[in-house]
């Protein structure tokens, strides 16, 4: 499976409704982004249950903003709406299939009760 262009148009459309989305911030004329590109399309190639998406951050700033996207490329990876990976630079092809096993081997309800967890703790202020 190719991987899909997010725009700020259909970012919302793409995270809500599949389960499992692995992005790639790039521009064009970033180096280590191109050389990344290969092993990003072989690995939505292997993985047909997962959305493999590209955000061209010089034609979509507005994304890059909203998620702190500091450098380039940096990949992000949102399962059931909640962003559990984001980190700037390039993976080899081991570390890609690896990051994106463990992260469809999350235990999702656990994630959830975590930051629930987190979020009432924040919130109750300190005990």
């Given at each position: ?5 997010l ?5 919302e459309?793409?995270v ?9 911030f790039w521009?064009?004329?970033c180096?280590?982004?191109r050389?990344?590109?290969p ?11 997962v ?11 507005e ?9 380039i490329?940096?990949?992000m990876?949102?399962?059931?709406k ?6 700037a ?7 890609l ?6 992260a ?7 994630v959830?009760r ?14």
């Amino acid at each position: 499976m190719a991987s899909v262009a997010l725009t700020k148009e259909n970012f919302e459309q793409v995270v809500n409704g599949n389960d499992m989305v692995v992005i790639d911030f790039w521009a064009p004329w970033c180096g280590p982004c191109r050389a990344f590109e290969p092993t990003f399309e072989a690995a939505s190639d292997r993985h047909t249950d997962v959305v493999f998406a590209k955000v061209n951050t010089d034609e979509e700033p507005e994304l890059g903003q909203a998620f702190n996207v500091r450098s380039i490329p940096t990949l992000m990876v949102f399962r059931g709406k909640v962003v559990i990976y984001s980190e700037a630079g390039a993976l080899p092809p081991a570390g890609l299939e690896e990051m994106v096993t463990e992260a469809k081997g999350l235990d999702m309800e656990e994630v959830m009760r975590q930051i629930a967890r987190q979020e009432g703790s924040a919130e109750g202020g300190t005990a």
